[in-house]
């Protein structure tokens, strides 16, 4: 088992930053790749950024350019830096853990960029 909690979400104006992170406990010597998913309203859940065990990385082409998924393994934390916040960013945003082809979510937390 994997437990996931994420932390940094709120509200921003547009063009303004935040830094998601989220901790990592359980089984985390087996986790894969980690990654950042978005939920925004009447949608479904869309992957935002994805980053392996061995710090490759892979964006959603909506975000390219304007947010850094990074990792720290020692800490088992991922975060997200998102800069230049767009309304259409408005979601909750959920982080997820990969292992042995399992995944596993955190509860969410809610960003809104206001226009």
């Known amino acids: 088992q994997v437990q996931l909690v994420e932390s940094g979400g709120g509200l921003v104006q547009a063009g303004g930053s935040l830094r998601l992170s989220c901790a990592a406990s359980?089984?985390?010597?087996?986790?894969?790749?980690m990654g950042w998913y978005h939920q925004a309203p009447g949608k479904q859940r869309e992957l935002v950024a994805l980053?392996?065990?061995?710090?490759?990385?892979n964006y959603a082409d909506s975000v390219k350019g304007r947010f850094t998924i990074s990792r720290d393994n020692a800490k088992n934390m991922v975060y997200l830096q998102m800069n230049s916040l767009k309304p259409e960013d408005t979601a909750v945003y959920y982080c997820?853990?990969?292992?042995?082809?399992?995944?596993?979510w955190g509860k969410g937390t809610l960003v809104t960029v206001s226009s």
């Open positions: 997820n853990a990969e292992v042995l082809g399992m995944h596993y």
């Open positions: 359980g089984i985390i010597f087996s986790i894969n790749t």
């Open positions: 980053i392996t065990s061995g710090g490759r990385t």
